[in-house]
């Protein structure tokens, strides 16, 4: 069974930065793209950055571009979200996922994805 576990959520001031982790177990990752979600109050889900089932592209929607960078750890088991000047637009639950399509080409888009993590909450503060 897929798991997929997010972490380094928290709460900081506007301008600030946090590191985004998600640990991925049940099976091998190394062949399959990840991407990271959000969602605020109300709002809905958002497709935020994605990265190549190889690593070797990445997407991120245009609010984020520049701020953030989604990364894969050496052993493909774990993705990171590296994020800087934080805003309070960026508050929200955020969502490790994958895919079940194994070397996927459509990585880039939001409907590739299927499994979910619990989420971590960040808040940014003005």
């Known amino acids: 069974q897929v798991q997929l576990v997010e972490s380094g959520g928290g709460l900081v001031q506007a301008g600030g930065s946090l590191s985004l982790s998600c640990a991925a177990s049940?099976?091998?990752?190394?062949?399959?793209?990840m991407a990271w979600f959000r969602q605020a109050p109300g709002k809905e889900r958002e497709f935020v950055a994605a990265?190549?089932?190889?690593?070797?592209?990445?997407y991120y929607v245009d609010s984020v571009k520049g701020r953030f960078t989604i990364s894969r750890g050496n052993a493909q088991d774990a993705m990171y979200l590296q994020m800087n000047s934080l805003k309070p637009e960026d508050t929200a639950v955020y969502y490790c996922?994958?895919?079940?399509?194994?070397?996927?080409?459509?990585?880039?888009?939001?409907?590739?994805?299927?499994?979910w993590g619990q989420g971590t909450q960040v808040t940014v503060s003005s």
């Open positions: 049940g099976r091998a990752f190394n062949d399959y793209p």
């Open positions: 990265i190549a089932w190889n690593g070797a592209g990445t």
């Open positions: 996922s994958t895919s079940t399509r194994r070397r996927s080409s459509n990585w880039f888009r939001p409907d590739e994805y299927a499994y």
